[in-house]
């Protein structure tokens, strides 16, 4: 191997490697930890410890505790649809995107220790670290997407998205062991385990960082330059009227990410509140998913060489739905959600690595690939904004089990709208 290809290879790793830095915060405080740990302290609970409500109070209104947070996580999300046009053109314009990235990672990561101060009677100002935590990490993951066009050659694409996630799969799993391991053997406060998330994302984001290289541009700041990302993603709104490849995928991208992002974000809820799953059960069942996500993510990228990327997603959706309707329906025990979560695990690692790549290889050539791909997460994080207010709607209404049963629309109409996207480049 060449010194040059040496040098790639070295820029890959570090890239993927952002994925092992980061999924931590995904896991222990998006699916495993916090959510437990949430739910405890927001329940109610009579005399003998049992409990007999899920309500809170949030400036003066009332709520479960699941749609509050559903809430709130929809408008940290809110806040990365204006943050991430906001500065992606600044990025591209000076061309420092890395700096974006690392000012977002720490950002979040600092967000994250602050949880150890979560308080149930300081709900409000509790809430804006679980906000701000958020928003540093899909910030910037949507500065770390925009890095794949460029250090990764077309036929590259696929197989590097797979292996970042599974890179993030792999070490988010490594530090939820340690951390449950250190808070059931040594008796530790599970808020450590959000300090323990904020020293990881920080300190192996140092290896990216240190592999990255910006292409520095402009140095001089003109009037209008904060206005530039959406500048920036109007051009790319228009771009898309004549690239009907792209316009056709990222709609159904929009569509069908509602439901995968929110079953992401409310799954262990639904373990906990409909199955009632003991804590360490729900833990057990959130390492399944992470650990067959990493053949999942590769199945699929190998299914892509094969069928195509369009197929290989059209599957995964159609799975997705008959998911959905499993948990609806035939959910109503421990093996019943162990089932469910297998199936989500193998699935999820496969759509997320295509779903990225896919968007990847439809971008056309050019540098400022930061605006592409804040196009790209403002769409999955408005779809998701839509997906958790309609869960705590419905939930709100009806139960949890009505809103899993609703997100099948979300993949069925996705797998229709994928059949609009004509045979291209993505599909070889």
């Not at 329906?329 to 989500?344: E, H, M, R």
Request: charged share 15%.
């Amino acid at each position: 191997m060449t010194e040059t290809a040496l040098s790639r290879k070295k820029i890959q790793n570090g890239w993927a490697m952002y994925d092992w830095a980061n999924s931590v915060y995904n896991l222990v405080i998006g699916t495993a930890i916090f959510p437990i740990f949430y739910g405890a302290v927001t329940a109610q609970k009579n005399a003998e410890g049992v409990i007999t409500g899920h309500k809170v109070m949030f400036f003066g209104g009332q709520y479960e505790n699941t749609e509050l947070l559903s809430y709130c996580l929809a408008f940290g999300l809110a806040l990365v649809c204006v943050l991430v046009p906001l500065f992606s053109g600044v990025a591209d314009y000076f061309g420092r995107k890395k700096t974006f990235m690392q000012i977002y990672c720490y950002m979040g990561a600092a967000a994250s220790a602050s949880l150890y101060f979560f308080d149930i009677n300081h709900l409000e100002l509790s809430m804006m670290s679980v906000v701000l935590a958020s928003v540093g990490f899909w910030c910037s993951y949507a500065m770390y997407n925009s890095f794949l066009p460029v250090v990764a050659t077309e036929e590259e694409q696929d197989k590097l998205s797979a292996k970042g996630f599974s890179l993030g799969y792999i070490g988010s799993v490594i530090l939820l062991l340690g951390n449950l391991i250190a808070i059931m053997v040594f008796k530790m406060s599970p808020r450590w385990s959000f300090v323990s998330v904020a020293v990881w994302w920080a300190g192996f984001a140092q290896i990216t960082f240190s592999r990255l290289h910006e292409d520095r541009k402009h140095t001089q700041v003109h009037s209008g330059i904060f206005s530039q990302g959406f500048r920036e993603l109007h051009g790319v709104w228009k771009e898309l009227k004549h690239t009907k490849q792209l316009k056709s995928y990222l709609l159904a991208f929009f569509v069908f990410s509602m439901g995968i992002q929110t079953i992401m974000q409310m799954a262990s809820f639904f373990g906990e509140k409909e199955i009632q799953l003991k804590s360490d059960q729900l833990i057990i069942a959130i390492l399944l998913v992470q650990l067959i996500a990493i053949p999942g993510a590769f199945v699929f990228s190998f299914g892509s060489r094969r069928l195509g990327n369009i197929p290989m997603l059209q599957l995964a959706l159609l799975i997705w739905a008959a998911i959905c309707y499993f948990a609806f329906a035939f959910v109503n025990d421990v093996v019943t959600f162990f089932i469910a979560a297998s199936l989500i695990g193998f699935i999820m690692g496969g759509t997320q690595s295509l779903a990225r790549s896919t968007y990847s290889k439809l971008i056309p050539g050019r540098k400022d690939t930061a605006s592409f791909f804040s196009f790209y997460d403002v769409t999955e994080k408005v779809g998701l904004i839509i997906g958790l207010i309609s869960f705590g709607f419905i939930e709100g209404q009806f139960s949890m089990r009505y809103s899993i049963l609703a997100l099948i629309l979300f993949f069925l109409v996705g797998f229709v709208l994928m059949f609009f996207v004509p045979k291209n480049k993505a599909e070889g």
